[in-house]
């Protein structure tokens, strides 16, 4: 064993020691003991000898390196969502033509492509005509912002 190896054993605790294929091992101020299973231990040993090293120091890096990536604060993902520029269409909403007041329109850019009373019928049918991502406002002739709507079950 390592640097951390075992205490020395009477003939009779030796046989017991080697029964119960325990080893030990300090790090971190940490001294843990653990039971293994003959296959274990030899793929243990076999790995520490063509690493070049003892299982101590195996089972140690291996700790260290799991307890680095365990207690590492998580990356975080972001993914990229496509966006439009939609300054036509916002344009358009702060002065919109007065045949559209009280009603539904979709914009493509300046450009009204569909109107009506029924946002989600007005919707669906332009999803149908191909259009990917409608800009569906309510005309409102009050001089506030006009309504832009939201998602529509």
Not at 95 to 101: A, I, L, N, T
Request: charged share 25%; proline share 6%; with cysteine.
């Amino acid at each position: 064993m390592g640097r951390f190896g075992k205490r020395f054993l009477h003939n009779s605790e030796l046989a017991e020691e080697r029964e119960r294929l325990c080893f030990r091992y300090a790090f971190i101020g940490i001294v843990m003991s653990i039971q293994l299973a003959p296959e274990i231990e030899a793929g243990l040993r076999a790995e520490a000898a063509a690493r070049g090293m003892d299982v101590d120091a195996l089972i140690a890096t291996a700790v260290k390196a799991y307890l680095r990536e365990a207690l590492a604060p998580p990356v975080p993902t972001s993914r990229q969502v496509p966006s439009r520029d939609r300054s036509a269409e916002m344009a358009w909403a702060a002065s919109p033509d007065s045949r559209f007041f009280g009603t539904w329109v979709v914009l493509e850019g300046n450009q009204v492509v569909a109107s009506g009373s029924n946002p989600k019928r007005l919707y669906e049918d332009v999803r149908a005509k191909g259009v990917s991502s409608p800009f569906l406002i309510f005309v409102s002739s009050d001089e506030h912002e006009p309504f832009a709507g939201g998602w529509i079950d």
